[in-house]
């Protein structure tokens, strides 16, 4: 996030902290009517018996250096009598408000203007634990502090995934002042000194400062039950993901296993899971089993670290992980690694037959493995020629579906690659007889029409479409481009349908791809599926030079910070002319104005050059 924009979403974020904490109200009884009295950040309200008689409209929150508004309306009785109810409220420290009926005061109340952190806003531990409690498990990522936390126009990421790609730089002096703000938090818990903690800790992102602040906790000394009191403090009333990660760390540094139920509970938020297991490891007696609980329970990121710290003890939990572990592919690269380890995929796929739910099972994690993404991919597993050489085995029994051929043809395609890549593979782990054997042991398969007709049949008569049947007409060289054009007339935000067609590098289809996104999109204002959609065009349009020009000008002008840079990738590439365009220098000068980002300002500055 650049340097305005940070300031933006600060500023958002501060403005509702005020919005809540100025909205009052008071109410009173008058010979039976109801005075009622409402102040808002840009409105007062002097209401009777549920009718607005005065009001007050502020044109900013600036208006609120004025210390007092005055209202006044008049109560008109059964009788036909009448009286002048005044109003006055205001104040800076402390919100007064001061109701008269004629000249009679029969209100004088004051609410003091606290503007602490957590309140006015849903906690997340309660959130999380009615969740748990309704569904045994989470069914939605979402957490209440999310537009706090990304921003109301921006796109939201997948539970834990922004702990794993922040790449942000650290604020000076962060952990030494939380844990000053920390220390005299636990000599005197006031309302004072857990604000300033929490002030601080929201300042930045934990994540940021984990290694340092467990090492700095660590050499705490403080009673015991003192921090395990603050720290539950914390968990009850943290209304930021941040302040939860925190009290969590500081937890750990206790014997918390009478909590552990609660932390298990936290844990199953994948938010949480690496920081729940973190303190679940201080709590004694059965840590791996609760440990083994989040493994089965967690369905994102946070299965990663469960898989990565259990210690798979039975052949059950061996078979769980082969079977179950990479259910959610969407994370399948990774946990595939872990899985295969852990559940000893090579011993298993050794028997001469197996279950259909171990062929699937293996073929999930094989897919993972050959995900040319994944950083702990088949290269690091030092089993791959013996596990892909039993896979394909037992392929012989439990190949039916185009499903089932999927994996094959990724084996297929991992086997082929090019040759510079198998000379440093044999170099290693690999020899030259086992690829060769693999390629003789893959291509009957390969060589069998029916998976291409399948593919082909699957593309023109089902009703939802299946990245699989997609893949497997590339591999065999089908022409699907109309078929695809079809499928995007409905479901025009498939960012799969987007990178298809622009893998058939060829020209007029890409051309038609980005006349159907200017015609289909606002680029003005792009929905975060459209933001998917573009990005799929634009990382590959180097190659296609004064192709998708408005695209190029809506992503420069773009929130996504990714999106920017492949543009302005693209237009590095491409010849000077387009990147003289006004329009595109303009917003050249925005981003380098604006970015935080270093590479972004710099391709900016290269390209005003």
């Not at 340097?3 to 010979?31: C, P, S």
């Not at 549920?50 to 210390?67: C, E, M, Q």
């Not at 007409?473 to 479901?491: G, P, S």
């Not at 015609?519 to 065009?537: H, T, V, Y």
Request: proline letters at 3%; glycine letters at 4%.
């Amino acid at each position: 996030m650049g340097f305005r924009d940070g300031l933006k979403h600060d500023m958002q974020n501060l403005k509702k902290d005020i919005e809540k904490e100025v909205h009052k109200a008071w109410t009173v009884e008058y010979k039976g009517y109801c005075i009622e009295v409402v102040n808002q950040m840009k409105e007062e309200y002097l209401l009777i018996d549920g009718v607005t008689v005065a009001s007050n409209k502020r044109l900013s929150i600036f208006s609120h250096l004025l210390p007092y508004t005055s209202l006044s309306g008049i109560l008109t009785l059964e009788n036909g009598k009448t009286h002048k109810v005044s109003v006055k409220i205001g104040g800076y420290i402390s919100l007064n408000c001061i109701i008269k009926i004629d000249n009679e005061t029969i209100m004088n109340e004051s609410e003091k203007l606290e503007f602490l952190p957590w309140e006015h806003k849903d906690k997340i531990v309660p959130f999380i634990q009615k969740q748990v409690q309704e569904n045994t498990r989470i069914v939605d990522g979402h957490l209440p502090d999310d537009d706090y936390f990304f921003g109301t126009d921006k796109p939201r990421l997948d539970p834990g995934l922004f702990d794993l790609i922040i790449n942000e730089p650290k604020t000076p002096f962060f952990v030494s002042k939380l844990m000053k703000f920390f220390k005299e938090q636990l000599k005197n818990p006031t309302v004072k000194a857990r604000k300033a903690t929490y002030d601080q800790i929201i300042f930045d992102h934990i994540v940021i400062y984990r290694e340092e602040i467990i090492q700095e906790l660590g050499h705490l000394e403080f009673d015991e039950h003192v921090l395990q009191q603050e720290a539950l403090w914390l968990l009850e009333h943290a209304a930021h993901r941040d302040v939860v990660k925190f009290a969590i760390l500081v937890l750990g540094f206790t014997s918390c296993e009478e909590h552990q139920e609660l932390l298990y509970t936290i844990g199953l938020h994948d938010e949480f899971t690496p920081y729940a297991i973190f303190a679940i490891r201080s709590g004694g007696k059965g840590v791996n089993d609760q440990i083994w609980k989040l493994v089965q329970s967690v369905q994102g990121l946070g299965k990663m670290t469960a898989i990565e710290l259990v210690e798979a003890k039975t052949p059950e939990m061996k078979y769980w992980l082969l079977t179950k572990g990479c259910e959610n592919r969407r994370f399948t690269d990774f946990i595939a690694l872990r899985c295969a380890t852990k559940g000893e995929l090579d011993v298993a796929l050794y028997e001469n037959s197996i279950s259909k739910e171990l062929y699937t099972g293996a073929a999930m994690i094989i897919e993972g493995l050959l995900d040319e993404s994944n950083p702990d991919g088949i290269d690091h597993y030092p089993y791959a020629g013996a596990v892909l050489s039993r896979f394909l085995h037992h392929a012989q029994t439990h190949c039916e579906t185009f499903e089932d051929f999927y994996p094959i043809i990724k084996i297929s395609e991992f086997l082929n690659e090019d040759e510079e890549i198998w000379e440093d593979r044999l170099n290693e782990q690999w020899k030259q007889h086992e690829r060769t054997a693999l390629q003789e042991a893959v291509q009957p398969y390969i060589n069998n029409p029916k998976w291409s007709k399948l593919a082909m049949e699957a593309l023109q008569q089902s009703e939802e479409i299946d990245f699989r049947s997609i893949e497997i007409a590339r591999f065999y060289q089908l022409d699907i481009t109309a078929l695809l054009f079809e499928w995007l007339k409905k479901e025009p935000t498939n960012s799969m349908l987007f990178l298809a067609i622009m893998d058939t590098r060829e020209l007029q289809p890409i051309k038609d791809l980005c006349a159907f996104a200017q015609s289909q999109f606002s680029l003005s204002s792009l929905s975060i599926e459209e933001q998917n959609c573009l990005e799929c065009i634009i990382q590959d349009l180097h190659e296609f030079e004064g192709i998708g020009v408005p695209i190029i000008q809506a992503a420069l002008e773009s929130v996504n910070e990714n999106l920017r840079l492949h543009a302005l990738s693209v237009l590095t590439e491409w010849s000077p002319t387009f990147r003289h365009q006004p329009e595109i220098q303009r917003s050249l000068k925005m981003i380098t104005a604006t970015t935080k980002d270093k590479e972004e300002r710099k391709l900016a500055k290269q390209l005003l050059k």
